[in-house]
């Protein structure tokens, strides 16, 4: 009896010793799969933070070309018009000068022919002169 009694105990120590490595078995399977999953979804977040990150480098990079191209669009505009306006100052420097040249030409004209009729006036007045002069010593000899 004690060999049933003991080969009872042995049985039921096997039965449960193989049943509780059927449940570790599961469980380590279930977290294998939960683990896995994990990966899995690890993975794709990497993938999505990935895609994320070239697109924001990509937006980044569009913006900064816009913002460039419109610096060298606006210095284009900037260096257009300060030529515009220099060459704006300088036609009308231009204009002054020949302006002024031409009033000193025209002055010029003026004072010469002033001097001119002025010296005719005196040559005129220095021959009446001379002609009164000598008709008056004529007429008393």
């Not at 080969?7 to 010793?17: I, M, P």
């Not at 294998?32 to 999953?37: C, F, P, R, V, Y």
């Not at 020949?98 to 010296?119: L, V």
């Amino acid at each position: 009896m004690k060999k049933i009694i003991l080969s009872a105990a042995l049985v039921f120590a096997l039965g449960t010793t193989v049943t509780s490595c059927r449940d570790v078995k599961e469980k380590a399977e279930g977290a294998g799969d939960a683990i896995e999953g994990a990966a899995d979804a690890t993975g794709d977040a990497i993938e999505g933070a990935a895609d994320a990150t070239k697109d924001a480098v990509n937006d980044a990079a569009d913006t900064t070309k816009d913002a460039v191209n419109d610096a060298v669009d606006a210095t284009g505009e900037a260096v257009d018009g300060a030529t515009d306006a220099t060459k704006g100052a300088m036609n009308e420097a231009k204009d002054a000068v020949e302006g002024a040249a031409t009033d000193a030409k025209d002055a010029a004209s003026e004072a010469i022919d002033g001097a001119a009729d002025t010296a005719k006036e005196a040559a005129t007045d220095a021959k009446d002169a001379a002609t009164d002069a000598a008709t008056s010593a004529m007429k008393t000899k």
